[in-house]
């Protein structure tokens, strides 16, 4: 995907506002292959580095500097992807991708001179939590294969060059991540017929009604919580209409004063809960039909860091954020 120049021929110095304009190709791959920001955000600053760690002369070789930024960044995240199954096997209980908000409704924080990350993912179908939920389970190399192809449309010759394989392997890797979305039934209903099951959802659990839950779920739903151990919530799978409604009335009542806000999740209608105007959940859903199939309710703190600093909800402002190239800000 790079090419030395010809020799004796000239070629010019890379436009760095073109380099710095790839970042939210980057991004958007990142996102989608590793299912955190914070991780998406390291493997561009990692990739952003190693194009400054090259002298200008490597640079000038480089025929396409886009396409060798996008190579680099597939392999840091195929690497990345490998240590994450490693880590994912010890995390206590179920692990959910990180959810992302609307960036109408990203927190503003201190000026910065970059953009705003929720601006940099395009929150479309490829992006919502159940295909996520779907990427989980392949192999990194399944992932990372049908993501650059099904998603972004590369050919398999560039994405050959980017895993270490032959594109007849790719061939087969993109085979069998499709095979593995299909299994999973991902649901098809328009993002504009969820908004008013989970408005339901809402006013049902907001009222304590059981039996309205009951109605509003499908009887095989199911529903994860991700705390990561650092706060209390449940470690199984809560299977069940009836056991999903008992237990969302059992948090009700142990969370007096417990907020529900009707938010954009990842680019579908979703909740955010928030005690004492922090937010402590947000919660993404799968329907099929009327029926709310799958809950993914992720607590864990550490990914709730879009959503945590939240200014009232009349007025939201968009947060402002380093760029990747001058680093991570210390704080995190």
């Known amino acids: 995907m790079s090419t030395p120049s010809e020799p004796g021929r000239e070629r ?8 710095v304009g790839e970042r939210r ?29 090259m002298s200008r002369q490597r640079q000038e070789a480089i025929e396409s500097p886009g396409a060798w930024l996008t190579t680099v960044a597939g392999r840091i995240c195929l690497d990345m992807l490998g240590s994450a199954r490693v880590r ?3 995390y206590v209980g179920a692990w959910i991708p990180e959810p992302l908000p609307d960036r109408t409704e990203w927190f503003s924080g201190p000026a910065s001179g970059g953009a705003d990350p929720a601006d940099q993912v395009t929150l479309d179908e490829s992006v919502n939590m159940a295909f996520l939920v779907v990427l989980e389970s392949m192999t990194p190399a399944e992932r990372v294969v049908f993501v650059l192809h099904d998603v972004f449309r590369y050919p398999f010759t560039e994405i050959a060059e980017i895993v270490g394989r032959t594109q007849a392997a790719c061939r087969q890797l993109a085979s069998s991540a499709r095979r593995r979305v299909r299994a ?16 339901l959802f809402k006013e049902a659990w907001e009222a304590k009604d059981i039996e309205a839950l009951v109605d509003l779920l499908d009887p095989d739903a199911r ?14 799978p809560v299977e069940g209409s009836a056991r999903i409604a008992e237990y969302l009335i059992h948090i009700a009542d142990k969370a007096p004063g417990l907020t529900l806000m009707e938010r954009s999740v990842n680019g579908r209608p979703g909740l955010v809960a928030q005690h004492s105007g922090v937010t402590v959940t947000v919660a993404a859903f799968d329907l099929t039909d009327d029926r709310i ?17 939240n200014l009232p909800v009349q007025t939201p402002d968009q947060r402002d954020q380093e760029s990747l190239i001058s680093g991570r800000k210390s704080s995190r």
């Not at 980057?26 to 194009?51: C, H, I, K, P």
């Not at 328009?190 to 099951?197: E, H, I, L, V, Y």
């Not at 529903?223 to 199984?236: E, I, K, N, Q, S």
Request: aromatic share 6%.
């Open 88 to 90: 994912r096997e010890r």
């Open 12 to 19: 010019s110095e890379p436009d760095p506002n073109a380099i």
């Open 223 to 236: 529903m994860l919580a991700d705390g990561g151990g650092l706060v209390g919530t449940v470690l199984r």
């Open 25 to 53: 190709h980057l991004t958007n791959l990142a996102y989608r292959l590793l299912g955190s920001l914070s991780e998406a955000e390291d493997a561009v600053q990692e990739t952003y580095t190693r194009w400054y760690a």
């Open 184 to 199: 999973a039934q991902v649901s098809a209903v328009p993002t504009s017929a969820q908004a008013g099951p989970v408005r």
């Open 293 to 309: 199939t799958r809950i993914w309710a992720v607590r864990n703190p550490e990914k709730l860091r879009p959503w945590t600093e």
